[in-house]
């Protein structure tokens, strides 16, 4: 194994568990220290650092071409839907994607994005606002609805009012 192909975002087997390597720093001794975050299941978002001396051989460096395609033919692609909606139910937000964006006029006051942090922590979004009048209610809302259409929980088409 070269030391070239454990490059930061390289992903590599160590000890049955399949990491991928953030930085890699040169020890005084001549060998590297891999930083890296755990990716398959009982290690994941987990940082570990390991010694590239200490592991030795025990490091192997996994291919993308070696990566198996495998087709959904499930309806409107239900079964990879699912998937990809259990993998984003299983990592919490750390931060709010609606907030990429500057706000309009008046701007966003730090407690209105508390009701929208709190809403996407829960598996089903679902919260009651009950503030005291002028506090922001719709704006809090607002920022709770857009951040789930930029995450493609939400539709825009379905807030806008039907006509009859």
Known sequence: MGTAALAPGAR???????????????????GYSLHVVGVSEIVRHREARFLTEIEGKGITVLDPADTELIVDTSPQFRNSRLYL?????????????SL?????????S?????????????????????????????IEMGVLLSELIKRGR?????????RA
């Not at 909606?85 to 994607?97: A, F, G, I, K, V």
């Not at 990429?100 to 966003?108: I, L």
């Open 154 to 162: 939400g539709k825009e088409s379905s807030l806008l009012p039907r």
């Open 100 to 108: 990429d964006r500057p706000s309009g006029r008046g701007g966003r």
């Open 85 to 97: 909606e259990s993998l984003l139910r299983q990592s919490p937000p750390n931060r709010l994607r």
């Open 110 to 138: 730090p407690y209105q994005l508390d009701p929208a942090i709190q809403a996407l922590e829960q598996p089903r979004q679902r919260i009651l606002i009950a503030d005291a009048v002028g506090l922001g209610k719709t």
């Open 12 to 30: 590599v087997l160590i000890r049955d568990a399949e990491w991928i390597v953030k930085t890699k720093n040169r020890t005084s001794t001549g």
